[in-house]
Structure formats: C-alpha cells, structure tokens
C-alpha cells in the first residue's frame, strides 16, 4: 500500500530559527514529491515540487531535499517567520494518472 | 478565473439529507481532483476529470457519491443520505496536465449532525 509518512507531528519553533521536516514514503512507481504549505482554513499550497532527477529544490526560504534511493525527503524552513505557522504536507504523486498520496503532515508553530 | 473557486464555504446537513458541492476549476485546467481532508490533515483521493470525463474514480464511495464535470458549468460533487463520518473539509483542485501542478480550492466544510 502506497504510504507517505511525516516527522515530527508537530514542532514549536522560535521566529528566527531554522527547523527541519521529515518526510519517508513507500508510493510506487514515483513520479514526483511535493511539499505544501496549508494555512488554517484554507487550501494547500505548493511550495516545491521535485523529480527523480531532483536533489533539492528551493522556494525563498524554503529548501526541500529528496534521495529517491532511500524515499526520503526533507522540507527546511530558514529564519522562520510568524507567518510560516501552518501544516507542511508532503505529498507524492504515483507514476500514472497523477494520484496524489498525502502525508499526515507536520504542524508548526512558530512563537516570537 | 486565477484561482479554484469552491462553493459554499460551509455547509451543514442532517444526517440522511443530501449535500451538494461546486467547484469551478482554473480556466484552462482541463483536470479536476476531489479529496476529503478528515481530522489532522489525512487527505483522501476521491475521483479525478479529465475535462467531462471520469479519469480515476478508484477513491469514491460509490454507493452514495457522485460527482459530475459539465461542459459550461461548475464541477459537483453529490452525497446521497449523508453519514456523520461524512463531516469533513472537501477540496477541489485543477491542474493543466495529468501529471503537472494541482492548485487547490478553498474548501467546502461540511457538517452533518
């Protein structure tokens, strides 16, 4: 069964620090990873999305990673600010037909 | 329009009773996505257009979900007697291609008490 698992849940960080998110997936065959940022109330959004090809991606402050070998990726925020508080998605997509399998996601809160 | 429109924002319904949800995708998006997001974000594919065309309806209940995609009208997505574990966030999202970019709605909240 396809799965795309996140680390950790959720996380407090102070404004101005620099964190890491997590993300293990098992979907099979690959196409491409995606991170999403969702506020409170609203919908997700794109933040990166990579390729197999692809080690690393950024988008400002955000910088995402993927080893396609050990289906790992990893999503780190730079000097967070107040308004990166919200749900970071990791979400990978299957080779054919563009079915999305979504992590649980990860909770962050950033506190001045 | 620039952004997927969904409609209404909320919507509350008895259980048993229907519930209808809209979504207008971006124009030129010839893809459209359903997915029901429950508590702590576990998102749920539920079934994909291709324009009018089913393209993957692997993740519907079919028995009393059913969602249409009409020429000249905004998508809908249909629960027949709805359940209480119905209650969830709805989220439309439209992409240009089968493989490229989802842009997500705002969601439909539904209740069902």
């Known amino acids: 069964k396809n799965q795309v698992e996140q680390s950790p849940q959720s996380l407090i960080i102070l404004e101005g620090k620099n964190c890491t998110l997590q993300?293990?997936?098992?979907?099979?065959?690959?196409?491409?990873l995606r991170w999403y940022k969702q506020d409170t109330g609203r919908g997700p959004v794109s933040l990166t999305i990579m390729t197999f090809s692809e080690n690393t991606k950024s988008n400002g402050r955000y910088t995402a990673t993927l080893d396609a070998d050990t289906k790992q990726s990893s999503l780190h925020i730079t000097a967070s600010q107040l308004s990166d508080s919200a749900s970071y998605i990791c979400?990978?997509?299957?080779?054919?037909?563009?079915?999305?399998?979504f992590g649980g996601g990860t909770r962050v809160l950033v506190k001045p | 329009g620039e952004e997927v429109a969904q409609t209404p924002k909320h919507l509350v319904r008895g259980e048993g009773q229907k519930a209808k949800l809209y979504c207008a995708p971006i124009?030129?998006?010839?893809?459209v996505f359903w997915y029901q997001q429950v508590l702590k974000n576990e998102f749920k594919f539920l079934i994909s257009?291709?324009?009018?065309?089913?393209?993957?309806e692997t993740g519907m209940p079919k028995e009393r979900f059913s969602a249409k995609c009409l020429p000249n009208s905004p998508c809908s997505l249909e629960i027949q007697a709805t359940k209480l574990e119905d209650s969830a966030v709805y989220f439309c999202?439209?992409?240009?291609?089968?493989?490229?970019?989802?842009?997500f709605g705002p969601g439909t909240r539904l209740t069902v008490t």
């Open positions: 993300c293990n997936y098992t979907v099979s065959p690959f196409s491409n």
């Open positions: 257009f291709q324009n009018e065309n089913v393209f993957d």
């Open positions: 124009k030129g998006h010839s893809y």
């Open positions: 979400v990978v997509s299957e080779a054919a037909g563009n079915k999305l399998t």
């Open positions: 999202a439209s992409s240009q291609g089968r493989s490229l970019e989802q842009y």
